[in-house]
């Protein structure tokens, strides 16, 4: 048990050592909700001219206010858990992945060899100092995104926010570890982890609509973790239940956390092929 707290704490530091990393994990999904809310905003911003329009004809100010409060809080229960779930899941994709491939290419792990550490404490010690920092993360950016959209706390469920978000992190990185011990090379790694993404969180709905795929698409992505995190997100900052059973939406993320880590740890290699 030692051995893997000492560990942790070294990959901890190790993390700040990653400035590209850092840039990815804390800057670049902040950048992407700025221009994220500047795009929908402008797109939101009729409904804005018609509130006004209706103070001009005469109406209270109070049915004004409370249409523009609606209307923030449609463009932010649309915007906020589609951005959180496509920064999240890129982070532990590209951070995750392609530093574990890097590693494993400059055969840094070598090093962890001379240790008396085995694969399990090694995963098990670079998730959990990955996690930290992006659950804090998480937690961070949802008071940013509301801010920025000027939304109330008022519907936010803070202790089913905070186990959504740790559990969709720890989910997420697992998947990144998994992704990573199937390749030997960075830019291997970078183009198939690029399909990957593109298609997940397009057909996950994170910026469409669910009634633009089929049915029997949308009922299959349900069982994906980027759907269920999204669904999950969107219960606990908005108290949207939509049509997903948000217990099961929970048993989906826990399932693939505990599938891709068993499979992350059978399939490790502390060297290139």
Not at 107 to 125: E, G, R, S
Not at 248 to 262: D, E, K, N, P, S
């Amino acid at each position: 048990m030692k051995t893997l707290y000492n560990l942790t704490l070294f990959e901890m530091a190790q993390f700040f050592t990653e400035k590209i990393g850092l840039f990815w994990t804390f800057l670049f999904p902040l950048i992407m909700l700025f221009f994220m809310a500047q795009f929908y905003g402008s797109i939101q911003a009729p409904a804005d001219a018609e509130a006004s329009v209706a103070i001009a004809e005469g109406m209270s100010n109070a049915i004004s206010q409370s249409r523009a409060n609606t209307s923030a809080l449609a463009l932010a229960t649309f915007l906020i858990p589609g951005i959180a779930t496509m920064a999240l899941f890129s982070v532990c994709l590209y951070g995750v992945s392609l530093t574990l491939v890097t590693m494993r290419r400059m055969n840094v792990f070598k090093k962890y060899q001379l240790l008396p550490i085995n694969k399990f404490q090694m995963i098990t010690a670079f998730v959990l100092s990955r996690s930290v920092f992006m659950w804090i993360f998480s937690i961070f950016f949802v008071f940013v995104s509301f801010f920025m959209l000027s939304v109330p706390f008022t519907h936010v469920n803070w202790l089913a926010l905070i186990a959504t978000c740790f559990l969709g992190v720890l989910t997420f990185i697992s998947v990144g570890v998994l992704l990573s011990n199937f390749f030997s090379s960075p830019s291997a790694a970078s183009g198939m982890i690029n399909i990957l993404y593109m298609i997940l969180t397009i057909i996950s709905a994170l910026f469409i609509p669910e009634r633009v795929y089929p049915d029997w698409l949308n009922i299959t992505m349900s069982y994906f973790p980027v759907k269920a995190f999204a669904e999950s997100f969107r219960w606990a900052a908005f108290n949207e239940v939509g049509a997903y059973n948000i217990t099961q939406m929970y048993a989906v993320l826990l399932g693939w956390f505990i599938m891709t880590t068993l499979l992350a740890i059978t399939t490790f290699r502390w060297h290139a092929r």
